[in-house]
């Protein structure tokens, strides 16, 4: 199993539409959890942090499962700047610290 | 406040010579990554910087990679006798403590060897 596995996509969503992705990750001992976005020829860009009790911001929503060891993405009412990639990315610190970032789901909003 | 920055933006160099890519972090931020990206490719590590700890180079590829950060502040990535796979965007990032905290990117710097 990967480390960190993300469904590469392109998922292609019409305007308005609620999108969800997940992002399983293999260490039970990883600590904090992020999604990032990434737009064609730039750089990442932080869009939540993931925490235990779920948080939302705005038509994002972000959540933990650590049962099942995956976070999830919810983008409800998809607008066309919503177009990018997404990240996902697992931090744990043990003996030693590591950060894996997922190689990222393609979202397509169409007007 | 001032985000990451890097430079050069764009470099394009020979096959065989040396180059240094250079990354100022966020100020007071005491973690410091690089990464590099291909085209249409994931984010690979290559290094990790905390504090006054010893770096994390688990990521670098081979020998020919080295980073240094002076001060706690400033990072250079210097590659020796670039090949054309070495060729690819090169992203640094800072964050305020450890990996724990939420990384802040650079623009990056788009490496081309020819």
């Given amino acids: 199993r990967k480390e960190v596995e993300q469904d590469p996509g392109p998922f292609n969503v019409p305007e308005g539409a609620t999108v969800a992705f997940n992002c399983t990750y293999s260490n039970s001992a990883s600590q904090s959890f992020f999604w990032y976005r990434q737009d064609c020829r730039k750089e990442p860009k932080l869009l939540m942090s993931v925490y235990s009790s779920g948080n939302e911001d705005g038509r994002f929503t972000a959540q933990l499962n650590r049962a099942s060891q995956y976070i999830s993405l919810l983008i409800r009412d998809s607008k066309l700047s919503d177009s990018a990639t997404y990240l996902c990315v697992v931090n744990t610190m043990n003996r030693d610290d590591k950060i894996i970032f997922g190689k990222g789901t393609r979202l397509h909003i169409l007007p | ?114």
């Fill in chain 2, 1 to 114: 406040g001032a985000g990451v920055s890097q430079s050069p933006s764009n470099k394009v160099t020979e096959k065989g010579k040396d180059v240094e890519l250079r990354c100022d972090p966020i100020s007071g931020h005491t973690a410091l990554y690089w990464y590099r990206q291909s085209l249409g490719q994931g984010l690979e590590f290559l290094i990790y910087f905390q504090g006054n700890s010893a770096p994390d180079k688990s990521g670098l590829p081979s020998d020919r990679f080295s980073a240094e950060r002076t001060g706690g502040s400033v990072s250079t990535l210097t590659i020796q006798r670039t090949q054309q796979e070495d060729s690819a965007v090169y992203l640094c990032a800072s964050s305020p403590l450890s990996i724990t905290y939420e990384q802040y990117f650079g623009p990056g710097t788009r490496l081309t060897v020819t």
